[in-house]
Every structure is written in C-alpha cells, then in structure tokens.
C-alpha cells in the first residue's frame, strides 16, 4: 500500500480537501488521526482503547496535563503499530466520508492503491516519534496544503472557539468575531515561519507537491489534476464534499473590530490579506 501525508495547519479547508481525495476510488485519506479528542473509529484514541497496555498509555500521555506539555511521551512504538494498523491492516476502519458518518466503523475500499491522513503542523511539533517514522518511510509522499490568508485562518480559529463548531452540513449565519490585532500579527508571522519550516524539511527529502487552500478553490481543475498525477492514478470524476462554508466575504460580517484591522493591514507587505473581503467604504450603506 502507497502512502501519504496531507500536511497543513489548522482551518485551512483540509477536511474539505480530505473528503474530496477520499471520493476517489483508489484513495483512502483519513482525517486528523492523531487529535487527542478525535473519536472516529480510525482515530490513534479508539486504537489505544483496543488493548489494555496501550488504554494505559493513552491515560499517561493524552490526558489533558500531558497535552499542556510541548511535547508527547508516548512511546514510538505504539504510535508505530498504530501506523502500521492504519496503512496494513485490513480490518482497521477506513476514513469516514461525511459528517453523518464520522463516528461509525468504515470498511476499507478493496481498489484503494492509496491511503493518507491529515497531519498538522501543530502535531509535528507535538510528537517527535513521528520524524523516526518518517525517516523510516522515505517512499511517503506530501501534500503540503497551505492557506495563505492568514486573516482568514485566523479568524476561522476565532470563530471555532466561540460556537464550537468546526465543520457543518449546513448553510448557517454566525456573530463576528473581535481580534486582537498584536494576536494578529503574532499569528501571522509564526504561520509565515512554519509554512516556510515545513516546505524547506519535506520538499528535500520527499515526494513533494505543495498547493494553497486559496488555489484548490480558484483554479479546481488544475490543482486537483494535478494531485491526481502526482499519486499517478486514474482520473476519475469526483463527488463535491457536501460541508458548507462558514465564513463571508463582507469583512463587516466578519470582524466586529473590521477597522481596526484594516487600518492595521492596509500599509503592510501584508495587505494582501484584505483583498478576498469586500469592503465596505466609509458613507455606503
């Protein structure tokens, strides 16, 4: 079985991105595996749950003391026979493929040649066993997933925190969000810094193809064949994930602060950032 990593941070569209590559008949992409709290069946939580030995682990180091720390002590070689339970073994459960279905046993897809999970960047950071994995598996391939407004990311993480809702099915109307513009700046200079981290650790070592979150939906057709021929499989038509976008495009909508953040930005080598809102003039209506 080939292997793959849908590397990015967090609220870049990736399950999205995920779901689509999972709707391709020879790819199994499996969601962020690794989150402590993910509770899917074919998540590292419910494989630890399986075994005593390993339910001990998972109390030691995935209890919430243990995940304030910067980073996880779990020993490598359960995180190494999760892997292996994920990519080998048959009965392992396969990805969900909607939001009804994330809870629930999947079997595996007989045609599947490949399968993956979201990685985070957040979760490199967390788990040094992994890079003895990937030392391990030089044949595994990257997709680097990056979103480049970092405004909108940011106010994506806001805007979780506040409803508790990470992803819906649904077309639904949320409150803006206040920012706190230093938060701001420091967000945008750490995401800056690990983009540029990671593409400089994986491109040199591994079968690499980068994309943004803002090309995948501007430029569908190009981006998405070219993830096909980067795996070198088949084309196929694919099913269009059924999540709803959350976000707006009027800034006002938004940012309760919208001003302040424009005054902020609009100077900036970064002002870049303001162009996928509309903005609303002072005196229109």
Not at 136 to 154: E, G, P, Q, S
Not at 189 to 198: V, Y
Not at 226 to 241: E, H, S, V
Not at 260 to 285: C, M, P, R, W
């Amino acid at each position: 079985m080939k292997k793959f990593l849908l590397l990015t941070s967090q609220r870049s569209a990736s399950t999205y991105i995920s779901l689509w590559l999972n709707g391709h008949p020879k790819i199994e992409s499996h969601g962020e595996v690794l989150l402590p709290h993910y509770g899917a069946p074919d998540g590292f939580v419910k494989y630890c749950d399986r075994r005593l030995y390993r339910k001990a682990y998972k109390w030691l180091f995935l209890n919430r003391i243990a995940q304030s720390l910067p980073v996880n002590f779990i020993p490598y070689t359960i995180i190494e026979s999760y892997l292996s339970s994920l990519f080998y073994d048959p009965r392992h459960s396969g990805p969900w493929s909607d939001i009804q279905s994330w809870n629930k046993y999947m079997p595996r897809k007989p045609s599947s040649d490949w399968i993956g999970f979201k990685l985070m960047y957040s979760q490199l950071e967390s788990y040094p066993q992994l890079f003895k994995w990937l030392k391990k598996n030089k044949d595994v391939r990257i997709l680097h997933l990056m979103r480049t407004n970092h405004l909108k990311t940011f106010i994506s993480i806001k805007r979780k925190a506040k409803t508790k809702l990470a992803h819906t099915d649904k077309i639904i109307k949320t409150d803006p969000v206040h920012i706190n513009i230093q938060h701001l700046w420091k967000f945008i200079h750490r995401q800056e810094d690990r983009m540029q981290f990671h593409r400089a650790l994986f491109s040199r070592h591994y079968p690499y193809y980068e994309f943004t979150t803002e090309a995948f939906f501007s430029k569908r057709n190009t981006i998405q064949n070219d993830i096909i021929r980067f795996l070198n499989i088949p084309a196929c038509d694919i099913a269009t994930p059924g999540l709803q976008q959350i976000s707006s495009s009027h800034i006002k909508d938004e940012i309760y602060n919208c001003q302040d953040v424009i005054d902020s930005l609009k100077s900036t080598e970064y002002a870049y950032l303001l162009n996928d809102f509309i903005i609303q003039q002072h005196g229109d209506e």
